[in-house]
């Protein structure tokens, strides 16, 4: 989780370039001793590789792989820019967060940043906003409005169904979305067969979220096979949209794909349609700005829509034209992406993308 204190931002910053904004922020991060002097290098050769400009007036510059050794420990600094920063040709960017890591870390970062930056309201309250406390709270999300969530519990030792809906549950409980009495509520409760082996629980609870549970082992409940159950926890309507492909899968005759390794992307997105395939990442510090950026660059190549998916991730679908969205998924090396391209050149998009990832995203096989 990303925590900011109010020294950790820079309100009303002026400067003339984008370069002298990156200089900023590299001094900020070393006087702050996240860094030692020469990471101010590492950020610029960064943007020389690829402008690390988001979306939405928000730009988040870092250092590259080599000068990793320069982070002592890791941060961010946050620069607003009331006038605005051309970062690059036709877009300008009102706030840049300069981030320090040591490792991998600045996935995490990366993934909750822009998360909350997704918001076009949040950025332009950045933009506009005179302390440091709104800053923060926009930020971290504290004044987000909360987004469905996604979870899955793969291969769960499971000797029952009640047993496989306990997992899912208590799973349920620790990433907080309810409490004990949710728990006691979803054992309570009977579970609905929607066919197909996918069964169905939910509760209220704090967070709106579903997991998917599967069991290691074969189940069954009766005479009906227990090959996924869906646990649905509702804290308003925001999971009427996935409601509504659960029964579009079901007219479709496709809710036993909910138990394979593209279920809770099934879930999102509907009934399949177009073509898919699956790529692993290999690059060593997985999908970082410069990669993911290239991967957006070769999907934007193509007319039809692209969908993708972390499957060793939350299994969200998302654009893969949108590099917010893409960077989010939180990609490292060695997880699984699900793509799924629907148009007249869906074939060709989905080799270009497959070479592309093959290729090393702009960093090179490995």
Not at 72 to 78: L, Y
Request: charged content about 20%; proline content about 3%.
């Amino acid at each position: 989780m990303l925590k900011l204190e109010q020294r950790q931002i820079l309100l009303g910053q002026s400067v003339a370039t984008k370069a002298d904004a990156i200089a900023l922020l590299a001094e900020k991060l070393t006087e702050a001793g996240l860094v030692e002097a020469g990471y101010v290098e590492g950020m610029l050769a960064r943007e020389a590789q690829h402008a690390t400009y988001l979306g939405s007036g928000i730009a988040i510059p870092h250092g590259t792989t080599d000068t990793r050794h320069l982070v002592k420990s890791t941060g961010v600094m946050v620069a607003q820019f009331p006038q605005g920063i051309e970062w690059d040709e036709g877009q300008i960017a009102y706030v840049a967060i300069g981030i320090a890591a040591k490792s991998d870390e600045h996935l995490g970062i990366l993934r909750q940043l822009t998360h909350v930056l997704g918001d076009e309201q949040a950025a332009a309250q950045l933009k506009e906003a005179t302390d440091a406390d709104t800053i923060i709270n926009i930020l971290t999300g504290a004044t987000a409005a909360k987004e469905v969530q996604f979870l899955t519990l793969a291969d769960f030792p499971a000797d029952d169904r009640d047993q496989l809906l306990l997992g899912a549950a208590a799973r349920a409980k620790s990433a907080g979305w309810g409490d004990a009495a949710m728990v006691s509520a979803l054992l309570a409760s009977e579970p609905a067969y929607l066919g197909e082996g996918i069964w169905l629980a939910r509760a209220q609870a704090a967070q709106t979220g579903w997991l998917l549970a599967t069991p290691s082992s074969v189940l069954t409940a009766g005479d009906l096979p227990v090959n996924a159950m869906l646990l649905l926890c509702a804290a308003d309507a925001g999971h009427l949209p996935q409601l509504d492909n659960l029964a579009k899968l079901a007219a479709a005759g496709q809710l036993g794909t909910l138990a394979g390794s593209e279920g809770l992307a099934m879930l999102q997105a509907g009934p399949a349609s177009g073509l898919s395939d699956t790529f692993t990442i290999i690059n060593p510090h997985g999908l970082h700005a410069r990669p993911g950026a290239m991967l957006v660059k070769v999907a934007k190549e193509y007319e039809s829509d692209i969908r993708v998916a972390n499957l060793d991730g939350s299994g969200e679908a998302v654009s893969a034209k949108s590099l917010m969205k893409v960077i989010g998924l939180g990609v490292k090396c060695g997880h699984r992406l699900a793509f799924r391209a629907e148009g007249p050149d869906a074939e060709a998009a989905l080799k270009g993308i497959g070479a592309a990832i093959a290729a090393g995203l702009g960093e090179g096989a490995h």
